[in-house]
């Protein structure tokens, strides 16, 4: 056994317990717990390739996936861990979420990128604020890793914050096109971080779309999509915020503009609308975090909605009959066999987690995507 299923295994038993700490300093030491475990974590590589059952790959985009789950955005900000998703078996990685800019992220009431696990609820919040290298710095480093077969690379890409208008459109294309030379397999476009600042024109389509939304996809279409010299296909992963009625208007727009795909989604600001979901034991730790920093919930909570907007989304886009492919991706509370099968009977051939990849992690260790997958045969 390695030594971060020792501290995941041992963590996992205490974390229930620590909810009877203050708040603040659940958050402190949790938010520092959780770096310090992924570094020990991507060092802690398993010496074998896991087997998942080979029945599990899919082609998609021309590109080989080993199984249809994957780690979310934000778990391997720095392009670490490529190995150890190879070995644990993922479908494929993914890298980033990066911006233009380098960013150092939030740092508010002495805690360096706030976070808070809520085991009972199976749920967490963050409100990191996109540290991250650089789209120039994480390219880099990814075009240097040795491809294995059956997991694809990819990495999710944000305009920056810090930018408006042009600048902000060049910029983000500027790194689109440093992770093509770079050769990764698909890019996903982050539109739904809640933790920085957005640039929301006031302005809206006859669509009720955000005409900055619009602007931005426009600029990628002209200046990316349409003289690609490879298919390198650009995702865009949306909120689990996103109200349903908008489902056909963005899909009309992302189709229009060559898009290969969509995510939902991203972490929930909707705080009032989950409470119901959380523990009663975790309840003031929900309150003191949202209050005091605002963030993102994940996790169980999510699992209902990313299924039914992931759902509507196969289900509107067969009722187009592409020509081309396009491919619905759903995150959001995914942790179980039941939620894989779930989404592959609505048609959803990708998943992507992360609250639920480290409750897993903690009781299977390295065998947390076989376990998804052997159980799914049961
Ligand atoms: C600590 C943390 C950091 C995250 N960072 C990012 C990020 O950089 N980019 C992004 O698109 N999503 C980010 N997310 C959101 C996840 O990718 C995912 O969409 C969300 O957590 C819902 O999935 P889950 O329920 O499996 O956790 C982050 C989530 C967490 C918990």
Redesign the pocket.
């Known amino acids: 056994m390695g030594f971060s299923e020792i501290l995941a295994g041992m963590d996992s038993k205490i974390r229930p317990l620590m909810n009877i700490l203050p708040p603040a300093y659940m958050v402190k030491v949790y938010s520092r717990g ?1 770096k310090t475990f992924l570094k020990s974590l991507v060092k802690d590589i398993p010496a074998e390739t896991v087997q998942i059952p080979e029945e599990k790959r899919q082609t998609l985009w021309e590109t080989r996936f080993g199984n249809g789950l994957m780690n ?4 391997f ?1 720095t392009g670490e861990g490529y190995l150890l998703a190879v070995r644990q078996g993922a479908g494929a990685y993914l890298a ?2 990066t911006t233009a800019i380098p960013r150092s992220g939030n740092v508010k009431s002495g805690v360096e990128h706030p ?1 808070l696990p809520m085991p009972g609820s199976g749920a ?1 919040l ?1 409100w ?1 604020g ?1 540290p ?1 290298p650089g789209h120039a710095a994480l390219a880099k480093k990814l075009s240097l890793i040795g491809r294995k077969k059956n997991c694809p690379l990819g990495a ?1 890409v ?1 305009s920056d914050p810090e930018q408006s208008g042009k600048e902000a459109m060049q910029a983000l294309v500027e790194g689109m096109k440093l992770y093509d030379k770079a050769g990764i397999c698909f890019i ?1 476009l ?1 539109e ?2 809640p933790n920085v600042p957005h640039e929301h024109g006031s302005e809206f389509t006859s669509d009720g779309l955000d005409k900055s939304l619009v602007d931005r996809l426009e600029y990628i279409k002209e200046n990316f999509l349409d003289n690609r010299p490879r298919l390198l296909p650009v995702i865009i ?1 949306f909120s ?1 915020d996103t109200a349903a009625e908008q489902i056909p208007a963005l899909l009309d727009l992302m189709l229009d503009m060559g898009f290969d795909g969509v995510n939902f ?3 929930s600001i909707n705080y009032s609308g989950y409470e119901s979901r959380i523990v009663q034991g975790e309840k003031k730790n929900f309150g003191y975090f949202t209050s005091e920093f605002g963030g ?1 919930l ?3 909570p ?1 699992k209902d909605i ?1 299924l039914e907007l992931a759902s509507m989304t196969v289900k509107y886009i067969q009722s187009k009959e592409l020509n081309r492919e396009f491919n619905v991706i759903r ?5 179980t066999a039941r939620d894989i099968a779930e989404s592959e009977q609505a048609g959803i051939k990708l998943n ?6 480290f409750d897993s992690f903690a009781k299977y260790g390295h065998n947390l995507y076989k376990k998804i997958y052997s159980d799914e045969r049961d």
């Open positions: 959780r979310a955005a934000g778990m900000k980033g979420t976070f967490a963050n990191m996109l991250n999710s944000s996903e982050n739904s971080c992963k689990n989604g991203n972490t993102g994940s996790g169980r999510l990313s995150t959001g509370g995914i942790e992507q987690w992360f609250t639920g990849y």
